[in-house]
């Protein structure tokens, strides 16, 4: 294996030591000629595409921490800038459904933009430690209320009122913490939008969000030309896992559909609290 940094012992593929040090750049390019990186990188690749495929959310969520065996924590996002990008532009434009979606969610959108914008510009001092964990436990509680039967729904009257609300919490929420995915995913399924319509709207926020971040990772120069080749190569074993994913979901009746999305949030909201627990 060549470099100093990813060294696996790895018994059967299952075991992967963590990359506790950067990677120098010829490092990384070198990792693309290396048939037991590539390997394991894609299966992990494939894994987080699948279930992005299935329920629409899920890609940074699996594949981040997996990656970060392999690669330190910046380049591990960095890597999923293009599939990320490609996979909700891809998941937003099909099907027909943008406009009709972004007609019912363009509120939500807009103000979602403006809370980024404020969050990340906010200068006060933050508990992050209680930030994870009131987040963390309003999502589990939330998202079990949601999966062991009750039926909440926004009435279409208030429909934009509390869109644009759900909105700018949620972007003034990922403004300073980069979580802003559950607070959206639980209004949308209180909207009961049928599951493709859901996956159109989830895209399209997701990519919407994902620019700030991104851009700032290129601004700041951890997204640099290595970064950007392993991205783009990324896109290919992501993008397999999200057509066989929505292969899966075609057949996945709407009530599975609900339940599969309910438990990935109640699994994020787990992992925040664990974040939280961690500071």
Same mark, same amino acid.
């Given at each position: 294996?060549?470099?100093?940094?990813?060294?696996?012992?790895?018994?059967?593929? =299952?075991?992967?030591?963590?990359?506790?040090?950067?990677?120098?750049?010829?490092?990384?390019?070198?990792?693309?000629?290396?048939?037991?990186?590539?390997? =394991?990188? &894609?299966?992990? !690749?494939?894994?987080?595409?699948?279930?992005?495929?299935?329920?629409? @959310?899920?890609?940074?969520?699996?594949?981040?921490?997996?990656?970060?065996?392999?690669?330190?924590?910046?380049?591990?996002?960095? %890597?999923?800038?293009?599939? $990320?990008?490609?996979?909700?532009?891809?998941?937003?434009? /099909?099907?027909?459904?943008?406009?009709?979606?972004?007609? /019912?969610?363009?509120?939500?959108?807009?103000?979602?933009?403006?809370? *980024?914008?404020?969050?990340?510009?906010?200068?006060?001092?933050?508990?992050?430690?209680?930030?994870?964990?009131?987040?963390?436990?309003?999502?589990?509680?939330? +998202?079990?209320?949601?999966?062991?039967?009750?039926?909440?729904? $926004?009435?279409?009257?208030?429909?934009?009122?509390?869109?644009?609300?759900?909105?700018?919490?949620?972007?003034?929420?990922?403004?300073?913490?980069?979580?802003?995915?559950?607070?959206?995913?639980?209004?949308?399924? #209180?909207?009961?939008?049928?599951?493709?319509?859901?996956? *159109?709207?989830?895209?399209?926020?997701?990519?919407?969000? &994902?620019?700030? @971040?991104?851009?700032?990772?290129?601004?700041?120069?951890?997204?640099?030309?290595?970064? !950007?080749?392993?991205?783009?190569?990324?896109?290919?074993? %992501?993008?397999? +896992? *999200?057509? #066989?994913?929505?292969? !899966?979901?075609?057949?996945?009746?709407?009530?599975?559909? /609900?339940?599969?999305?309910?438990?990935?949030? $109640?699994?994020?909201?787990? !992992?925040?609290?664990?974040?939280?627990?961690?500071?």
């Amino acid at each position: 294996m060549r470099g100093k940094v990813w060294q696996p012992r790895i018994p059967l593929g =299952i075991i992967l030591p963590p990359v506790p040090h950067p990677v120098s750049k010829s490092a990384l390019l070198s990792y693309l000629t290396d048939p037991e990186f590539l390997l =394991i990188a &894609s299966l992990i !690749l494939l894994l987080g595409g699948g279930i992005k495929g299935v329920i629409g @959310l899920g890609l940074p969520l699996v594949s981040v921490p997996l990656l970060t065996y392999l690669l330190p924590v910046p380049v591990a996002i960095s %890597v999923l800038a293009a599939p $990320v990008m490609v996979a909700n532009c891809y998941q937003a434009m /099909r099907g027909g459904l943008l406009v009709q979606v972004l007609s /019912r969610i363009w509120p939500l959108l807009l103000a979602m933009v403006l809370g *980024v914008a404020l969050g990340a510009q906010l200068l006060i001092s933050l508990n992050e430690k209680a930030l994870y964990l009131i987040l963390g436990t309003m999502v589990v509680v939330l +998202g079990l209320v949601y999966l062991f039967g009750a039926n909440l729904r $926004v009435s279409p009257r208030y429909e934009r009122r509390i869109g644009v609300t759900i909105g700018f919490g949620a972007g003034l929420l990922g403004g300073v913490s980069s979580f802003l995915g559950p607070p959206i995913v639980l209004y949308l399924v #209180a909207l009961q939008l049928a599951k493709e319509h859901f996956i *159109v709207a989830l895209a399209a926020v997701f990519f919407m969000a &994902s620019l700030p @971040l991104y851009g700032t990772l290129a601004a700041d120069g951890v997204m640099g030309t290595a970064e !950007l080749v392993l991205s783009l190569y990324a896109i290919l074993p %992501v993008m397999l +896992g *999200v057509f #066989a994913g929505q292969q !899966l979901r075609r057949i996945l009746p709407q009530e599975r559909f /609900r339940q599969a999305v309910l438990v990935m949030l $109640v699994l994020i909201g787990f !992992l925040l609290i664990r974040r939280g627990l961690m500071m």
